[in-house]
Nanobody, 112 residues
């Protein structure tokens, strides 16, 4: 399975970005984790590619929205009201059966 992430970059505090992750094949669930400087992996958001149920990390609830396009095996992460604390490497995650797949990561930097 090959996951391709895009959409990261530099944004000012209060700004928005949209991340995308394309899978090379259909997955059961996909999502995003992140790791800030000197921090552990943190759940950002997950989505079931079947029913569409979602789960968010506490720190992004209400600011980030995860969505999907099954026809394109793609998920999106709309990130609004970005703060300095959202600076991190963001990793796409995709699960099918017992197999967990990871993207290479994409940097999001929030800075003035």
């Amino acid at each position: 399975v090959h996951l391709v992430e895009s959409g990261g970059g530099l944004v000012q505090p209060g700004g928005s970005l949209r991340l995308s992750c394309v899978s090379s094949e259909p997955m059961e669930a996909m999502g995003w984790y992140r790791r800030g400087p000197g921090e552990r992996n943190e759940l950002v958001a997950l989505i079931s590619m079947g029913g569409g149920s979602t789960k968010y990390g506490d720190s992004v609830q209400g600011r980030f929205t995860i969505s999907k396009n099954n026809a394109k095996d793609t998920i999106y992460l709309q990130m609004n009201s970005l703060g300095l604390e959202d600076t991190a490497e963001y990793y796409c995650n995709a699960v099918v059966g017992l197999k967990i797949n990871w993207g290479q990561g994409i940097q999001v930097t929030v800075s003035s």
